[in-house]
């Protein structure tokens, strides 16, 4: 069962350090969505994203914060010089097209943990 | 504002109960409405769709009222597995979760 695939399930930074985040859609979709989830609060839509081209990144931070769906390969978030208030769960879902009612699916998240 | 609100609860119920949950948005522009499960450090689980003519999937039914903005989601015959935080989402290519509500089953 192809499911949404993120990787790392966990990933430990220093303050500083760069965060790497993958996300490989469900076969057959081609649109990726991110959202951050922090402790004890709701998911937080970040960027929204087709092969190659960024739809909307409304609610990605203006800084250190950077998303890209490449032609070939997985989605990455991409977190630079990570501080603690970065640390969260990072979820990826995907969705076969922009038709209203469909569906997004959710990958297991990625688990950032900023020491 | 948020975009969807929910009440966040907890809403402590025995089993067996009947128990709803309601949510309003604010975007009226919004297409497409759902209810999804999120299990405590899980990811957030498709519960169902959510349509003006309302819909039923076995013990849970939910309903779209467009003119007040409001989505509901009724659950039946409440069961301990059921314990979970129930999300209200809207939007139409841009999907908005709200902050959920937490549903405890009592045996």
């Known amino acids: 069962n192809a499911g949404v695939m993120q990787n790392p399930r966990h990933l430990v930074r220093r303050r500083g350090q760069e965060a790497r985040l993958r996300c490989s859609p469900m076969?057959?979709?081609?649109?990726v969505y991110w959202y951050r989830q922090l402790p004890e609060e709701g998911l937080k839509f970040m960027v929204y994203?087709?092969?190659?081209?960024?739809?909307?990144e409304s609610g990605m931070p203006k800084e250190r914060f950077s998303a890209e769906f490449p032609k070939e390969g997985p989605s990455i978030l991409r977190i630079q010089q990570v501080v603690r208030g970065d640390s969260a769960a990072y979820f990826c879902?995907?969705?076969?097209?922009?038709?209203?009612?469909?569906?997004?699916?959710f990958g297991e998240g990625s688990w950032l943990t900023v020491v | 504002r948020k975009e969807v609100e929910q009440d966040p609860g907890p809403f402590n119920v025995p089993e067996g109960a009947t128990v709803a949950f309601n949510c309003t948005y604010s975007?009226?522009?919004?297409?497409?409405f759902f209810w999804y499960r999120q299990d405590c450090r899980k990811e957030p689980k498709l519960l169902m769709s959510?349509?003006?003519s309302g819909n039923e999937d076995g013990r849970f039914t939910a309903q779209l009222n467009r003119a007040s903005q409001y989505i509901s989601l009724l659950i039946r015959d409440s069961k301990l597995s059921d314990s979970a935080t129930y999300l209200c989402?809207?939007?139409?290519?841009?999907?908005?979760f709200g902050t959920g509500t937490r549903l405890k089953v009592l045996a």
């Open positions: 975007n009226s522009a919004s297409q497409s």
């Open positions: 959510v349509y003006s």
């Open positions: 989402v809207s939007g139409t290519y841009k999907y908005i």
């Open positions: 879902a995907s969705s076969p097209d922009t038709n209203s009612g469909n569906t997004i699916y």
């Open positions: 076969k057959g979709h081609s649109h």
């Open positions: 994203l087709q092969k190659e081209n960024i739809i909307d």
